[in-house]
């Protein structure tokens, strides 16, 4: 069974304060995976890396290669280091494969995308781990793909069976605010909640995501809660299941 592990921005930091949840979430995260596990973990770049962009205004590519520079220096010694520290130390083989190397997009939208690498290092036992990229953009120069993008489109490219969101919030709420355990896509599709009170920010897009897999079935859970992620892997019911 393959699983796409998506750890969002919002498990990692608070978006509001900035601060940080990386090593607690990140360390859950490890103990809780099953040694063996064929899985693919995707990390977003939290609030340290949306402030620097929204700050250095980083849209395209325009004399600002220091910045974009940064950004990704940023993302990875802040969060894909601890995040590969934690898998390491839990036991785990990870290996970190840029998204950039494998997409190219224009105006922000996959156009193309080999994962390849990440095929074969699954097959060979390993943890393909990677994070929200700036891939080359023919229009743009560079441009800003999102965590939850790479993991909708390498799922279906690689036929993944499930796509677990860890996010700060129990699942996705319906309009009285209370956890929504199960609906199909197309019931999820006439969602309304991101027009009401949409606690988690980014949960709208998630659901938009989900939509657009061909054959996984999504569930989204509170990464912030011991032993969810574990629940989520072996299939249990927690947090809400989109099929």
């Given at each position: 069974m393959l699983i796409v592990?998506?750890?969002?921005?919002?498990?990692?930091?608070?978006?509001k304060t900035g601060k940080s949840?990386?090593?607690?979430?990140?360390?859950?995260?490890?103990?809780?995976?099953?040694?063996?596990?064929?899985?693919i973990i995707i990390h977003g770049a939290g609030a340290l890396g949306h402030s620097f962009a929204r700050e250095h205004r980083l849209k395209m590519l325009e004399g600002n290669h220091n910045d974009w520079a940064k950004l990704r220096q940023i993302v990875e010694q802040q969060i894909t280091m601890p995040l590969l520290l934690s898998l390491v130390n839990?036991?785990?083989?990870?290996?970190?494969?840029p998204a950039a190397s494998m997409i190219k997009t224009s105006e922000g939208k996959i156009t193309r995308s080999d994962y390849a690498p990440v095929s074969e290092y699954l097959q060979k036992g390993f943890m393909p781990v990677l994070h929200a990229d700036?891939?080359?953009?023919?229009?743009?120069?560079?441009?800003?793909?999102?965590?939850?993008?790479?993991?909708?489109?390498?799922?279906?490219?690689?036929?993944?069976?499930?796509?677990?969101?860890?996010?700060?919030?129990?699942g996705i709420y319906g309009k009285d605010m209370k956890t929504i355990n199960r609906i199909g896509k197309k019931a999820a599709?006439?969602?309304?909640?991101?027009?009401?009170?949409?606690?988690?920010?980014?949960m709208k897009?998630?659901?938009?995501?989900?939509?657009?897999?061909?054959?996984?079935?999504?569930?989204v859970i509170n990464l912030r809660k011991d032993?969810?992620?574990r629940k989520a892997i072996e299939g249990a019911d927690v947090g809400t299941l989109i099929e």
């Open positions: 592990l998506k750890i969002g921005g919002s498990a990692i930091s608070d978006k949840f990386i090593k607690e979430t990140m360390e859950r995260a490890a103990k809780e995976i099953p040694k063996g596990s064929s899985i839990a036991g785990h083989a990870p290996m970190h494969i700036a891939p080359l953009d023919d229009k743009l120069g560079l441009s800003i793909l999102s965590g939850d993008t790479i993991a909708t489109d390498i799922s279906n490219a690689l036929d993944a069976d499930m796509l677990i969101y860890g996010t700060d919030v129990d599709s006439r969602l309304d909640f991101w027009n009401v009170n949409d606690v988690s920010g980014g897009k998630k659901v938009e995501e989900a939509l657009l897999l061909k054959e996984a079935k999504v569930r032993g969810n992620l």
